[in-house]
């Protein structure tokens, strides 16, 4: 694991009022365009980088796109001036219903949005009108290493001690991976093996406590 950890450069997580953010840096490519000067590491240039906070003063796009319940529109939300989700906006487009995340929009300039169109799987920002905290909800910190090819660590902060099962799903909502561990409450190092049957390509990682999910987004080469 030491080995893996010393090829990147920086692996943060910036805990957002509502979910999570990851982003992940390597030094031997610069794949970013924007760098994370609003996240107190002004040098941060991540692969992929994803929040509910603006991470760059550079990037000028929206937070994530939202589902309501009523009708099943989609609304792009974005940032106030400080920074912060445009819980305004998000609120009177949800109105009294429940919303739901499409997509969590890449910070980092490289475009690595990541959209999950099952409707069943989709993360749940609001819930009959009312914005729906983390303080309970099992937490990606990091996965390593990013892309992955046959093992993967996972860095994770889950709520309770017990089970928590780890999913890998494509971009459909199929699963490929589904896995349980058993966790402590507080920080966990999870080890995920034999991916090798997985194909090349872009996965959601969900990390499952009871009703509580977690997401990261995962690379497989």
Known sequence: MKTVVTKLRALHC????????????????????????????????????????QLSSAYTGNAIQVRRSSDNSSMDIGFTAAGDLDTVKLKNFVGSGDGYVTTWYDQSGNGLDATQPNLALQPTVMVGGTIKLNDNTPQVIRIVPNPVENEAVIGCIVPVSGPVEVQLRDMTGIMMIHRTFTAKKGENVLRLTNLNGVPRGTYIMRLVQGEAVGIGKVIKQ
Do not use: H, K, W
């Not at 794949?31 to 992929?48: M, S």
């Open 14 to 53: 910036v805990m957002a009022p509502l979910l999570i953010c990851i982003y992940l840096t390597r030094p031997e490519i610069l794949f970013a365009q924007n760098i994370l000067d609003r996240t107190g590491n002004p040098t941060a240039t991540p692969l992929v980088a994803f929040s509910l906070r």
